[in-house]
């Protein structure tokens, strides 16, 4: 059985999921963080995965997102957070850090967008990928899964609960998930 060291200083991170995803995604590496004593969150932002009924009705875009973020610190009373945006993620990671900068200890980006002012998360994609997305919005309407023209309904992730020690480092086994819905909004709307 593999002891979990356990460090004198907990942190609180809030893990913010990118497009056509959910909170759930990142259970397994929550699972790992809270083991070592850790608070963690893993909101799913409005209008997607089994949040994606709100996007019904309501125009959601990355100004919603943010208050997700900024809402769930403010009421579950956090204080010294480290945000962590991962690719889409780390645009209202960014946002909400901005509105509560006295509350955030560290931003950090998991292979996250890092937005630029004037300029939305497609922006900021590679142009091929940007591209396909556009393209195939039409086809998706405000909400729905991604929008590519190629194969691209699953999406290579996390796989199970047991993950791997090697060299030091902790590494979950990969695997292909579902992609969920997501607001067309969220992704085009700039900063």
């Known amino acids: 059985m593999r002891r979990t060291r356990k460090t004198s200083s907990m942190s609180t ?5 990118g497009a056509w ?6 259970s397994p590496v929550a699972d790992i963080l809270r ?9 799913t932002l409005s209008g997607m995965g089994e949040r ?18 900024v809402s769930l610190v403010q009421f579950e009373r956090l204080r010294d957070v480290i ?3 991962a690719s889409y993620g780390g645009m209202p990671a960014t946002g909400a ?3 509560q900068s006295d509350r955030v200890r560290l931003l950090v980006y998991v292979d996250g967008l890092v937005p630029v002012d004037g300029r939305s998360a497609l922006d900021l994609l590679p142009q091929d990928f940007a591209g396909e997305v556009r393209v195939g919005w039409p086809r998706t309407a405000r909400c729905g899964p991604c929008p590519c023209r190629r194969s691209c309904s699953t999406l290579s ?6 993950p791997r020690v090697c060299g030091g480092h902790t ?7 579902p992609l969920q819905p997501s607001p067309s909004r969220s992704t085009s709307a700039a900063r």
């Open 83 to 85: 945000p962590c945006g």
């Open 97 to 99: 850090a901005d509105q």
């Open 52 to 69: 994606a009924h709100l996007a019904v009705k309501n125009p959601i875009g990355l100004s919603t997102h943010i208050a997700d973020i």
């Open 157 to 162: 992730f996390l796989k199970d609960r047991s």
């Open 171 to 177: 590494w979950i086994e990969s695997a292909t998930i």
């Open 13 to 17: 991170f809030v893990i913010v999921h």
């Open 21 to 26: 995803g959910g909170g759930w995604e990142w």
């Open 35 to 43: 083991g070592s004593g850790h608070r963690v969150f893993t909101p």
